[in-house]
C-alpha cells in the first residue's frame, strides 16, 4: 500500500493495511460487486410485482434495503458482502405463500418482519454464531466450492448458455435460432455472453485490476453496438429489452408509499402462518451462512479453526436488514453470493461494501441507466467467479473419505438442487451419519451442534 494510505481515515476506519488492499482496490470491488448485483434491482420489482404490489415502490424499497444493508455489514462487521432482497426468496415470497398459499403480500410481508425479529433475537444470543463455528472446516471449504457452481450455473442461465429442455437443460442451439428466426434476439446475447466470458478470462489471466468489471462493461458496450447495428433486436415477449438506458421518463426516486409499512399481522397466530415464517426463518438462515463461509473461505477471513471472526456483527446485519426490508416492502435480505465479484478483485473490508451501498442509493435516482445492464453481461463475471470458487476444493482432504465425500454431497447438491441451503443440509447430514456409522465421530471431534443440526434437517425433509 502506498505511504500516504497507511494512516488515513480509510485506513483506520477499515483497517486497509492490515487486511493488505488500498482504496483503489476495495473501490473497484465495491464497484464490481454492485455491477454483479445490480440485477435484483430490476428481478426483484418484477417477480414481487406478480402479487399485485407497485413494481415502483418494489424498486425503491429494494434499493432502499440493499443500502442500509450493505451499510450495516460494513459498519458492523468491516465485510465485504453485498446485502439484498434474496433471489428464491422472493420468488418463494410471491409464486408459493401469495400465489399458491392464498396470503396476501400484506401478509407474506408480515412474516418475513416477524422472521427478521427472531434473527435479531438468535443472532444477539450467539446460537447463529455457534452454527457457522459448528461447521466443520471441510465443509466449509466444500460450500465455496458448491457455490461456485452455484453462481456459475445462475450465470449460464442468465445468459440464456443453459436453457431447459428434455433433458432438464442443456447448450443453447444456435442451429434452432436461426431456424426459429430467435437469432437476433436471444441467439446474439448468448453469443456476446460466451465472448464476455472469454474476454474475462483473458483479463484475469493477464491480471489486469479491474478484469471482472471490465467484462461487464465490454460485454454492454458490444451489446450497444449489436442493438445499434441491428445484429441485436430487442423483443419484450422473450424478455430481450433494450440495452440503451431508458431516459424517456426522465430521473427521479419511485415512491415507496403503496408498500411502505403495509404489513397485515391479522392471520399472526395461525398454523400456516408459523410455517411460513418458519420456511422464510430457515432459508434465510442457511442461505446467509452458506454466503459467509462460502465467500470468506475464498478470501481467506475464516481462521486456523475455521472460524469467521466477527460473524455476530455480519448475522446481525442481515436478520435487522430484513426487519428493515419488511418495512419498506420488500422479501427477506441475505448475503449475496455475487460479492464473490469483489473478493475476486481483491475486496476484503468494509470499503468495498460502502462503495456498493453508494451505488444502490445512486441508483435510486439514476435507474434507467443501472436497469439498462443486461443479464447478458453480467453473466460471464459470474461464469469466472465460480471458477475463482472453485478453487478451493484442493483445500479438501480426498485421502480421508470421511471427510471427501460429505463435501462432495455439499458441492454437488448446491447447484443440482438450486440451492445453497439444501447443499449445507446434505452436507451436514453425510458428515455426521457418515462418521458416526464408520466409528469415525470421536476422533472427529464432531460438536453437539452438528448432530442437533443433522437431526433438524432430518426431520425437515420428512415434515416440510
Known sequence: MATKERGSFLDKTFHLSQNRTTVKTEVIAGITTFMTTAYILAVNPSVLGATGMDAGAVFTATALASLFGTLLIACLANYPFVLAPGMGLNAFFAYTVVLNMGYTWQMALAAVFLEGIIFIVLSLTSIREGIFNAIPITLKHAVSVGIGLFIAFIGMQNAKIVVDSSTLVSFYSFKGSLTDGTFHTVGITVLLSIIGILVTAVLVVKNVKGNMLWGILITWILGMICEATGLYQPNPALGMYSVFPDLSSGFGIKSMAPTFMKMDFSRVFSLDFLVVMFAFLFVDLFDTLGTLIGVASKADMLDKDGKLPNV???????????????????????????????????????????????????????????????????????????????????????????????????????????????????GVISYVFINVVTGKSKEKKISILMYILAILFVLKYILI
Not at 435487522?320 to 416492502?329: D, L
Not at 465479484?341 to 460502502?354: F, P, Q, S
Not at 479438501?396 to 470421511?402: M, P, V
Open 312 to 426: 455476530k456483527g455480519s448475522l446481525l446485519s442481515d436478520a435487522i436488514a430484513t426487519t428493515a426490508g419488511a418495512v419498506f416492502g420488500t422479501s427477506t435480505i441475505v448475503a449475496f453470493v455475487e460479492s464473490a465479484a469483489g473478493v475476486a478483485e481483491g475486496g476484503r473490508t468494509g470499503l468495498t461494501a460502502v462503495v456498493a451501498a453508494i451505488l444502490f442509493g445512486l441508483s435510486l435516482f439514476l435507474s434507467p441507466i443501472f436497469l439498462a445492464i443486461p443479464s447478458f453481461a453480467t453473466a460471464p463475471a459470474l461464469v469466472v467467479v465460480g471458477f475463482l470458487m472453485l478453487t478451493s476444493i484442493v483445500k479438501i482432504n480426498f485421502n480421508d473419505f470421511t471427510e471427501a465425500i460429505p463435501a462432495y454431497i455439499t458441492i454437488i447438491a448446491m447447484p443440482f438442487m438450486y440451492s445453497i441451503s439444501e447443499g449445507i443440509s446434505m
